[in-house]
Nanobody, 126 residues
Framework: QLQLVESGGGLVQPGDSLRLSCRVSGVTLDDYTIGWYRRVPGKGREGLACISREDGGAQYADSVKGRFVISRDHAENTVHLHMNSLKPGDTAVYYC???????????????????WGQGTQVTVSS
């Protein structure tokens, strides 16, 4: 069965870096659009970074562009989110998700995916 297992969250100080990981099992990651989203209590889910299954290109939200980098490890079937220059506003639960539907015509890899991980807490505080 398809499973997504996230790791790497924790408590850090402003300006620190973290690397989140999401290992995907049951399917080949190359066949899926993959993305990282985050959510805080009482607010909606915010897309941060994604890689499209259509062309393999990465897209980023303005709030994290230049600070976060998404990458895919084909050998380990794992997706990473490298987070640099973390701010208190980055505090949230971070989720990875995948989807294999054909959305090549919408021009973005940010949309509602069919499968999600359990989430990992990131807290940025001094």
């Amino acid at each position: 069965q398809l499973q997504l297992v996230e790791s790497g969250g924790g408590l850090v100080q402003p300006g620190d870096s973290l690397r989140l990981s999401c290992r995907v099992s049951g399917v080949t990651l190359d066949d899926y659009t993959i993305g990282w989203y985050r959510r805080v209590p009482g607010k909606g889910r915010e897309g941060l970074a994604c890689i499209s299954r259509e062309d393999g290109g990465a897209q980023y939200a303005d709030s994290v562009k230049g600070r976060f980098v998404i990458s895919r490890d084909h050998a380990e079937n794992t997706v990473h989110l490298h987070m640099n220059s973390l701010k208190p506003g980055d505090t949230a639960v971070y989720y990875c998700g995948v989807d294999n539907e054909d959305h090549g015509g919408i021009g973005t890899c940010f949309y509602d995916y069919d499968w999600w991980g359990q989430g990992t807490q990131v807290t940025v505080s001094s």
